[in-house]
T-cell receptor
Framework: QKEVEQDPGPLSVPEGAIVSLNCTYS??????FMWYRQYSRKGPELLMY????GNKEDGRFTAQVDKSSKYISLFIRDSQPSDSATYLC??????????FGAGTTVTVRA | DAGVIQSPRHEVTEMGQEVTLRCKPI?????LFWYRQTMMRGLELLIY????????DSGMPEDRFSAKMPNASFSTLKIQPSEPRDSAVYFC??????????FGPGTRLTVL
């Protein structure tokens, strides 16, 4: 079993819909949680970064962390075609070694 | 800032040949990471450096892989000899504190 599980999708939604993405993990030592966005044939770029349970909001993006359930989520409100990408969750202990989920491919239809 | 720079962007080689991938981290960043991305295995950390010193190379798949960081602004990942199963996209990333990592555009390697 992988340390980080993420449904690879693909996920297709109409423009304006809420996109809901999630990951589960098994390593309770993970302390920091991130979401990366990766456009086709590009490198991943950091989208959201959290280090505690609870919600963090940045514009149309909300990241949630529930350490007791070992579950993290990313919500994209008012989704746009430009949000079409692969979203990867990533987690880290205190040793700087990122563990990535498989990535969920999202398509927002205009 | 130009971001993390990787070269070449694409590399096609034949099995058995030596391959060298290059990375220039963001100026001032003291951590450098090499990752490999494939459809089957996703993104995997191969090795990372702190202040030019290799800290953890447990992700390096075989002795055919080696990485160096001779100075703060340059790193190489070498595969010798290359095999078809090494075909992947190789990413370099850098960071200041080790956690917020900034990725380069990647090198797409095809070994025939």
């Amino acid at each position: 079993q992988k340390e980080v599980e993420q449904d690879p999708g693909p996920l297709s939604v109409p423009e304006g819909a809420i996109v809901s993405l999630n990951c589960t993990y098994s390593n309770s030592a993970f302390q920091y949680f991130m979401w990366y966005r990766q456009y086709s044939r590009k490198g991943p770029e950091l989208l959201m970064y959290t280090y505690s349970s609870g919600n963090k909001e940045d514009g149309r993006f909300t990241a949630q962390v529930d350490k007791s359930s070992k579950y993290i989520s990313l919500f994209i409100r008012d989704s746009q075609p430009s949000d079409s990408a692969t979203y990867l969750c990533a987690m880290i202990e205190d040793d700087y070694k990122l563990s990535f989920g498989a990535g969920t491919t999202v398509t927002v239809r205009a | 800032d130009a971001g993390v720079i990787q070269s070449p962007r694409h590399e096609v080689t034949e099995m058995g040949q030596e391959v060298t991938l290059r990375c220039k981290p963001i100026s001032g960043h003291d951590y450098l990471f090499w990752y490999r991305q494939t459809m089957m295995r996703g993104l995997e950390l191969l090795i990372y450096f702190n202040n030019n010193v290799p800290i953890d190379d447990s992700g390096m798949p075989e002795d055919r892989f080696s990485a160096k960081m001779p100075n703060a602004s340059f790193s190489t990942l070498k595969i010798q000899p290359s095999e078809p199963r090494d075909s992947a996209v190789y990413f370099c990333a850098s960071s200041i504190a080790g956690d917020t990592q900034y990725f380069g555009p990647g090198t797409r390697l095809t070994v025939l």
